[in-house]
Protein backbone atom coordinates (compact mmCIF):
# COMPACT_ATOMS: atom_id res chain seq x y z
CA UNK A 1 0.00 0.00 0.00
CA UNK A 2 2.88 2.14 1.29
CA UNK A 3 4.05 1.47 -2.35
CA UNK A 4 1.19 2.35 -3.97
CA UNK A 5 0.55 5.95 -2.53
CA UNK A 6 4.17 7.25 -3.61
CA UNK A 7 3.18 6.19 -7.04
CA UNK A 8 -0.01 8.23 -6.70
CA UNK A 9 1.65 11.76 -6.56
CA UNK A 10 3.90 11.08 -9.38
CA UNK A 11 0.66 9.55 -11.51
CA UNK A 12 -1.15 12.67 -10.81
CA UNK A 13 1.93 14.75 -11.81
CA UNK A 14 2.29 13.22 -15.59
CA UNK A 15 -1.14 13.30 -15.84
CA UNK A 16 -1.31 17.34 -15.10
CA UNK A 17 1.82 17.74 -17.26
CA UNK A 18 0.34 16.05 -20.34
CA UNK A 19 -2.97 17.53 -19.99
CA UNK A 20 -1.61 20.81 -19.48
CA UNK A 21 0.68 20.41 -22.98
CA UNK A 22 -2.00 18.95 -24.79
CA UNK A 23 -4.34 22.19 -23.55
CA UNK A 24 -0.85 24.21 -24.64
CA UNK A 25 -0.72 22.67 -28.10
CA UNK A 26 -4.51 22.94 -28.69
CA UNK A 27 -4.33 26.41 -27.76
CA UNK A 28 -1.23 27.18 -29.99
CA UNK A 29 -2.79 25.52 -33.24
CA UNK A 30 -6.01 27.90 -32.64
CA UNK A 31 -3.69 30.54 -32.21
CA UNK A 32 -1.66 30.30 -35.20
CA UNK A 33 -4.77 30.33 -37.14
CA UNK A 34 -5.67 33.76 -35.87
CA UNK A 35 -2.03 34.90 -36.26
CA UNK A 36 -0.76 36.36 -39.21
CA UNK A 37 2.01 34.42 -40.32
CA UNK A 38 5.46 36.70 -40.06
CA UNK A 39 6.25 37.30 -43.70
CA UNK A 40 3.07 39.04 -43.31
CA UNK A 41 4.15 41.18 -40.49
CA UNK A 42 7.55 42.01 -41.53
CA UNK A 43 5.46 42.84 -45.02
CA UNK A 44 3.22 45.42 -43.19
CA UNK A 45 6.13 46.49 -41.53
CA UNK A 46 8.28 47.39 -44.61
CA UNK A 47 4.54 48.91 -46.17
CA UNK A 48 4.26 51.26 -43.03
CA UNK A 49 7.83 52.19 -43.37
CA UNK A 50 8.61 56.11 -44.24
CA UNK A 51 11.70 56.79 -46.78
CA UNK A 52 14.64 58.75 -46.42
CA UNK A 53 16.69 60.84 -49.41
CA UNK A 54 20.15 59.05 -49.82
CA UNK A 55 22.44 58.68 -48.84
CA UNK A 56 21.78 58.44 -45.52
CA UNK A 57 22.84 56.73 -42.13
CA UNK A 58 20.06 54.79 -42.32
CA UNK A 59 20.81 52.60 -45.29
CA UNK A 60 18.13 50.36 -45.24
CA UNK A 61 15.36 53.01 -45.75
CA UNK A 62 17.02 55.54 -48.06
CA UNK A 63 16.01 56.24 -51.84
CA UNK A 64 13.14 57.83 -51.71
CA UNK A 65 12.39 59.91 -55.05
CA UNK A 66 13.91 62.12 -56.42
CA UNK A 67 10.17 62.67 -57.06
CA UNK A 68 7.56 60.82 -54.90
CA UNK A 69 4.07 61.28 -53.71
CA UNK A 70 4.46 59.76 -50.40
CA UNK A 71 7.26 58.73 -47.92
CA UNK A 72 5.14 55.27 -47.45
CA UNK A 73 2.71 52.84 -48.84
CA UNK A 74 0.67 53.65 -46.05
CA UNK A 75 0.19 56.70 -46.22
CA UNK A 76 -2.03 56.33 -49.45
CA UNK A 77 -3.54 52.63 -48.30
CA UNK A 78 -3.65 53.56 -44.39
CA UNK A 79 -4.11 49.68 -42.46
CA UNK A 80 -4.60 48.32 -46.53
CA UNK A 81 -7.96 50.59 -47.04
CA UNK A 82 -8.65 52.83 -49.84
CA UNK A 83 -6.96 56.35 -50.21
CA UNK A 84 -8.33 59.67 -48.95
CA UNK A 85 -8.98 62.97 -51.63
CA UNK A 86 -5.58 64.53 -50.87
CA UNK A 87 -3.52 60.84 -51.86
CA UNK A 88 -5.50 61.49 -55.38
CA UNK A 89 -2.37 61.10 -58.01
CA UNK A 90 -2.25 62.45 -61.76
CA UNK A 91 -1.60 59.47 -64.29
CA UNK A 92 -0.18 60.55 -67.92
CA UNK A 93 1.39 58.69 -70.71
CA UNK A 94 4.30 61.74 -71.71
CA UNK A 95 7.86 61.35 -73.10
CA UNK A 96 8.87 64.47 -70.84
CA UNK A 97 6.85 63.76 -67.52
CA UNK A 98 6.64 60.04 -67.58
CA UNK A 99 3.75 57.66 -66.29
CA UNK A 100 2.51 60.42 -63.38
CA UNK A 101 2.95 63.62 -62.00
CA UNK A 102 4.72 63.42 -58.09
CA UNK A 103 3.78 66.76 -55.55
CA UNK A 104 7.12 66.21 -53.67
CA UNK A 105 10.68 66.49 -54.92
CA UNK A 106 14.41 65.75 -53.12
CA UNK A 107 16.15 68.77 -51.95
CA UNK A 108 17.91 70.59 -55.24
CA UNK A 109 15.30 68.72 -57.66
CA UNK A 110 13.13 71.01 -59.58
CA UNK A 111 9.26 70.22 -59.63
CA UNK A 112 7.92 68.86 -62.73
CA UNK A 113 4.42 71.02 -62.65
CA UNK A 114 2.90 73.76 -60.46
CA UNK A 115 0.04 71.93 -60.01
CA UNK A 116 -3.83 71.87 -58.30
CA UNK A 117 -7.13 70.15 -58.74
CA UNK A 118 -10.34 72.05 -59.08
CA UNK A 119 -13.59 70.91 -58.90
CA UNK A 120 -15.22 71.39 -62.52
CA UNK A 121 -18.96 71.67 -62.69
CA UNK A 122 -20.72 69.68 -65.28
CA UNK A 123 -24.54 69.48 -64.75
CA UNK A 124 -26.39 69.96 -61.40
CA UNK A 125 -24.62 68.77 -58.53
CA UNK A 126 -22.07 66.88 -60.22
CA UNK A 127 -18.98 67.64 -60.79
CA UNK A 128 -15.27 66.57 -61.56
CA UNK A 129 -11.54 67.43 -60.43
CA UNK A 130 -9.07 69.06 -63.23
CA UNK A 131 -6.26 69.10 -63.69
CA UNK A 132 -4.78 72.94 -63.25
CA UNK A 133 -1.46 73.26 -64.29
CA UNK A 134 0.14 76.77 -64.27
CA UNK A 135 3.75 76.02 -65.27
CA UNK A 136 5.17 73.03 -66.55
CA UNK A 137 8.94 73.01 -65.55
CA UNK A 138 10.61 70.60 -68.13
CA UNK A 139 8.73 72.62 -71.18
CA UNK A 140 5.40 71.74 -73.02
CA UNK A 141 4.33 68.09 -72.08
CA UNK A 142 4.13 66.43 -75.93
CA UNK A 143 0.62 64.99 -74.48
CA UNK A 144 -2.19 66.86 -72.42
CA UNK A 145 -3.67 63.22 -72.07
CA UNK A 146 -4.73 62.72 -68.04
CA UNK A 147 -6.49 61.34 -65.56
CA UNK A 148 -7.03 61.69 -61.80
CA UNK A 149 -7.08 58.49 -59.93
CA UNK A 150 -7.81 57.97 -55.92
CA UNK A 151 -5.67 55.28 -54.41
CA UNK A 152 -8.03 51.71 -54.31
CA UNK A 153 -8.26 49.18 -51.26
CA UNK A 154 -5.90 46.76 -51.19
CA UNK A 155 -8.36 44.64 -49.30
CA UNK A 156 -9.03 41.35 -51.17
CA UNK A 157 -5.91 41.68 -53.74
CA UNK A 158 -4.89 38.31 -52.93
CA UNK A 159 -8.06 36.66 -53.73
CA UNK A 160 -8.88 38.21 -57.08
CA UNK A 161 -5.10 37.63 -57.97
CA UNK A 162 -5.95 33.65 -57.58
CA UNK A 163 -9.15 33.63 -59.83
CA UNK A 164 -8.06 31.76 -63.06
CA UNK A 165 -7.53 34.02 -66.22
CA UNK A 166 -10.13 31.35 -67.84
CA UNK A 167 -12.79 32.55 -65.22
CA UNK A 168 -12.36 36.05 -66.08
CA UNK A 169 -12.49 35.04 -70.31
CA UNK A 170 -15.62 33.42 -69.65
CA UNK A 171 -17.79 36.64 -68.67
CA UNK A 172 -16.17 38.63 -71.52
CA UNK A 173 -18.80 39.84 -74.26
CA UNK A 174 -16.96 42.36 -76.52
CA UNK A 175 -19.49 42.21 -79.50
CA UNK A 176 -22.67 41.79 -77.23
CA UNK A 177 -23.78 38.66 -78.62
CA UNK A 178 -26.04 37.84 -76.13
CA UNK A 179 -27.79 41.34 -77.29
CA UNK A 180 -28.17 42.36 -73.11
CA UNK A 181 -26.50 45.89 -74.21
CA UNK A 182 -23.47 44.41 -72.10
CA UNK A 183 -19.91 44.40 -73.59
CA UNK A 184 -17.58 43.61 -71.38
CA UNK A 185 -14.21 42.89 -72.52
CA UNK A 186 -10.61 41.44 -71.51
CA UNK A 187 -7.71 44.08 -71.37
CA UNK A 188 -5.19 42.78 -73.11
CA UNK A 189 -1.75 43.81 -72.50
CA UNK A 190 1.18 44.03 -75.09
CA UNK A 191 2.47 40.86 -73.76
CA UNK A 192 -0.94 38.64 -74.36
CA UNK A 193 -1.26 38.62 -70.36
CA UNK A 194 -4.65 39.40 -69.04
CA UNK A 195 -5.29 43.06 -67.09
CA UNK A 196 -6.80 42.75 -63.94
CA UNK A 197 -5.51 45.08 -61.49
CA UNK A 198 -5.77 49.05 -61.84
CA UNK A 199 -8.65 51.03 -62.40
CA UNK A 200 -8.73 50.54 -66.13
CA UNK A 201 -7.14 47.01 -65.71
CA UNK A 202 -3.60 47.57 -67.05
CA UNK A 203 -1.55 45.36 -64.84
CA UNK A 204 -1.72 41.49 -64.78
CA UNK A 205 -0.49 40.74 -61.36
CA UNK A 206 0.50 42.13 -58.51
CA UNK A 207 3.90 41.91 -58.41
CA UNK A 208 3.38 43.88 -61.65
CA UNK A 209 1.19 47.00 -59.78
CA UNK A 210 2.93 46.94 -56.55
CA UNK A 211 6.01 47.38 -58.42
CA UNK A 212 5.09 49.87 -60.58
CA UNK A 213 3.66 52.04 -57.59
CA UNK A 214 6.87 51.61 -55.78
CA UNK A 215 8.49 53.05 -58.65
CA UNK A 216 5.83 55.70 -59.36
CA UNK A 217 4.63 56.98 -55.97
CA UNK A 218 8.17 57.18 -54.36
CA UNK A 219 10.52 56.60 -56.40
CA UNK A 220 11.94 53.11 -55.21
CA UNK A 221 13.92 51.18 -57.79
CA UNK A 222 12.95 47.80 -56.98
CA UNK A 223 13.22 43.82 -59.21
CA UNK A 224 10.17 45.07 -61.54
CA UNK A 225 10.91 49.04 -62.30
CA UNK A 226 14.72 48.53 -61.39
CA UNK A 227 15.79 52.61 -61.97
CA UNK A 228 16.80 54.03 -59.48
CA UNK A 229 15.59 57.73 -60.88
CA UNK A 230 11.68 56.41 -60.30
CA UNK A 231 9.98 57.99 -62.81
CA UNK A 232 12.60 60.73 -64.50
CA UNK A 233 12.80 61.42 -67.76
CA UNK A 234 15.53 62.51 -70.24
CA UNK A 235 14.25 66.07 -69.96
CA UNK A 236 14.09 66.58 -66.47
CA UNK A 237 18.34 66.85 -66.43
CA UNK A 238 18.37 67.95 -62.72
CA UNK A 239 16.20 64.46 -61.35
CA UNK A 240 18.34 62.36 -63.73
CA UNK A 241 21.46 63.56 -61.60
CA UNK A 242 19.84 63.74 -58.55
CA UNK A 243 19.43 59.45 -58.46
CA UNK A 244 22.53 57.87 -57.61
CA UNK A 245 23.98 56.17 -60.46
CA UNK A 246 24.90 52.42 -60.16
CA UNK A 247 22.10 52.30 -57.02
CA UNK A 248 21.58 49.12 -55.60
CA UNK A 249 17.79 48.43 -55.69
CA UNK A 250 16.08 50.04 -52.83
CA UNK A 251 13.41 47.36 -52.72
CA UNK A 252 15.45 44.27 -53.05
CA UNK A 253 13.34 40.36 -54.30
CA UNK A 254 13.03 40.12 -50.64
CA UNK A 255 11.24 42.83 -50.02
CA UNK A 256 9.51 43.16 -52.46
CA UNK A 257 8.57 39.21 -51.54
CA UNK A 258 7.15 40.29 -48.06
CA UNK A 259 5.26 43.36 -48.97
CA UNK A 260 3.53 41.04 -51.91
CA UNK A 261 2.87 38.72 -48.97
CA UNK A 262 1.10 41.81 -46.86
CA UNK A 263 -0.60 43.47 -50.36
CA UNK A 264 -1.74 39.84 -50.98
CA UNK A 265 -3.57 39.27 -47.65
CA UNK A 266 -4.99 42.03 -46.76
CA UNK A 267 -8.42 40.59 -45.15
CA UNK A 268 -11.80 41.39 -46.37
CA UNK A 269 -14.86 41.72 -44.26
CA UNK A 270 -17.85 39.57 -44.53
CA UNK A 271 -21.04 41.47 -45.55
CA UNK A 272 -23.56 42.97 -42.84
CA UNK A 273 -26.78 40.73 -42.55
CA UNK A 274 -29.89 42.75 -42.13
CA UNK A 275 -33.52 42.64 -43.79
CA UNK A 276 -32.44 46.08 -45.44
CA UNK A 277 -29.39 44.46 -46.42
CA UNK A 278 -31.09 40.93 -48.15
CA UNK A 279 -33.57 43.19 -49.70
CA UNK A 280 -31.15 46.10 -51.14
CA UNK A 281 -29.36 43.23 -52.77
CA UNK A 282 -32.21 42.16 -54.45
CA UNK A 283 -33.09 45.31 -55.82
CA UNK A 284 -29.22 45.64 -56.63
CA UNK A 285 -29.69 42.10 -58.87
CA UNK A 286 -33.17 43.64 -60.37
CA UNK A 287 -32.07 46.73 -61.83
CA UNK A 288 -29.08 45.16 -63.83
CA UNK A 289 -26.41 46.27 -61.63
CA UNK A 290 -25.10 42.92 -61.30
CA UNK A 291 -24.53 42.71 -64.92
CA UNK A 292 -21.23 43.71 -64.85
CA UNK A 293 -20.81 44.29 -61.13
CA UNK A 294 -20.96 40.17 -60.59
CA UNK A 295 -20.06 37.01 -62.35
CA UNK A 296 -17.17 35.98 -60.21
CA UNK A 297 -16.42 34.53 -57.03
CA UNK A 298 -13.38 33.60 -54.92
CA UNK A 299 -12.20 30.69 -52.69
CA UNK A 300 -12.37 32.09 -49.08
CA UNK A 301 -13.91 35.50 -49.25
CA UNK A 302 -17.68 36.87 -49.51
CA UNK A 303 -18.62 37.93 -53.57
CA UNK A 304 -16.21 40.61 -54.90
CA UNK A 305 -19.09 42.06 -56.87
CA UNK A 306 -16.99 42.73 -60.28
CA UNK A 307 -16.19 40.56 -63.60
CA UNK A 308 -12.48 42.59 -63.79
CA UNK A 309 -13.84 43.33 -67.38
CA UNK A 310 -13.67 46.70 -69.14
CA UNK A 311 -16.93 48.29 -69.72
CA UNK A 312 -17.36 51.60 -71.40
CA UNK A 313 -18.88 54.14 -69.16
CA UNK A 314 -20.31 57.13 -71.35
CA UNK A 315 -18.04 60.21 -72.27
CA UNK A 316 -19.52 61.64 -68.60
CA UNK A 317 -16.54 59.09 -66.74
CA UNK A 318 -14.50 59.58 -69.22
CA UNK A 319 -10.80 60.59 -69.46
CA UNK A 320 -8.29 61.69 -72.03
CA UNK A 321 -5.66 58.62 -71.26
CA UNK A 322 -5.71 55.14 -72.70
CA UNK A 323 -4.01 52.18 -70.89
CA UNK A 324 -2.98 48.95 -72.95
CA UNK A 325 -6.15 48.06 -75.03
CA UNK A 326 -8.35 50.47 -72.67
CA UNK A 327 -9.66 53.92 -73.90
CA UNK A 328 -10.70 56.80 -72.29
CA UNK A 329 -14.02 55.65 -71.21
CA UNK A 330 -13.59 52.32 -70.41
CA UNK A 331 -13.17 51.22 -67.14
CA UNK A 332 -12.48 47.72 -65.28
CA UNK A 333 -15.37 47.20 -63.06
CA UNK A 334 -14.65 47.86 -59.23
CA UNK A 335 -14.79 45.18 -56.51
CA UNK A 336 -17.47 46.70 -54.67
CA UNK A 337 -17.14 44.77 -51.19
CA UNK A 338 -15.68 46.97 -48.23
CA UNK A 339 -17.49 50.08 -50.30
CA UNK A 340 -18.81 51.37 -47.04
CA UNK A 341 -15.83 50.91 -44.99
CA UNK A 342 -13.81 53.69 -46.13
CA UNK A 343 -12.02 56.29 -45.12
CA UNK A 344 -14.67 59.78 -44.23
CA UNK A 345 -12.47 62.03 -46.36
CA UNK A 346 -12.67 59.54 -49.28
CA UNK A 347 -15.21 59.91 -52.79
CA UNK A 348 -16.14 56.74 -55.02
CA UNK A 349 -15.67 56.53 -58.53
CA UNK A 350 -11.54 56.28 -59.95
CA UNK A 351 -10.93 60.23 -59.34
CA UNK A 352 -13.19 60.50 -55.95
CA UNK A 353 -15.61 62.94 -57.84
CA UNK A 354 -18.45 61.44 -55.95
CA UNK A 355 -19.65 62.27 -52.38
CA UNK A 356 -22.02 59.76 -51.98
CA UNK A 357 -23.13 56.31 -53.25
CA UNK A 358 -26.17 57.84 -55.08
CA UNK A 359 -24.05 60.65 -56.75
CA UNK A 360 -21.62 57.89 -58.01
CA UNK A 361 -24.62 56.16 -59.42
CA UNK A 362 -25.72 59.15 -61.16
CA UNK A 363 -22.66 58.70 -63.02
CA UNK A 364 -22.71 56.00 -64.65
CA UNK A 365 -23.11 55.78 -68.32
CA UNK A 366 -22.71 54.03 -71.38
CA UNK A 367 -23.31 49.95 -70.73
CA UNK A 368 -24.64 51.02 -67.26
CA UNK A 369 -27.27 53.55 -68.32
CA UNK A 370 -30.37 51.29 -68.30
CA UNK A 371 -29.11 50.00 -64.69
CA UNK A 372 -29.23 53.87 -63.79
CA UNK A 373 -32.44 54.46 -65.36
CA UNK A 374 -33.97 51.68 -63.30
CA UNK A 375 -32.77 52.57 -60.39
CA UNK A 376 -34.26 56.05 -60.58
CA UNK A 377 -37.53 54.02 -60.98
CA UNK A 378 -37.32 52.77 -57.62
CA UNK A 379 -39.35 54.11 -54.82
CA UNK A 380 -37.14 56.11 -52.25
CA UNK A 381 -37.53 53.40 -49.61
CA UNK A 382 -36.05 50.74 -51.92
CA UNK A 383 -33.26 52.78 -52.83
CA UNK A 384 -32.42 53.54 -49.86
CA UNK A 385 -32.59 49.46 -49.46
CA UNK A 386 -29.97 49.15 -52.80
CA UNK A 387 -27.56 52.06 -50.32
CA UNK A 388 -27.89 50.34 -47.66
CA UNK A 389 -26.36 47.38 -49.15
CA UNK A 390 -23.82 48.88 -50.72
CA UNK A 391 -22.43 50.78 -47.16
CA UNK A 392 -23.00 47.18 -46.12
CA UNK A 393 -20.22 45.15 -48.19
Not at 131 to 147: K, Q, R
Amino acid sequence: MSVLKGLIPLITRKLFFKAALFLLLAASACLNAAIPSLDFITGKALFEKLWVFAPSSTGASDGLGPYFNARSCHTCHADGGRGSLQHRTVQLNDSVYGQQLQAFTRPGVTAEAEFALVAESVAPNLSRPRVDVSTWHAGVPDSMAMSVRLPPTLAGLGLLAAIPDAAVLALADPDDADGDGISGRVNRLADNRVGRFGWKASQPDLRTQTGRALSLDLGLGNPVFPSAAGDCRPAQTDCANAAMAGDSLEVDDTGMSLILSYVSAVPVLDPVKSPAMAHGKTLFNQVGCQACHGGLSVAGGPEPYTDLLLHDMGPGLADSLSEGSANGSEWRTAPLWGLGRRPADSGYLHDGRAATLAEAIAWHDGEAAPARAAYRQLNEADKRDVITFLNGL
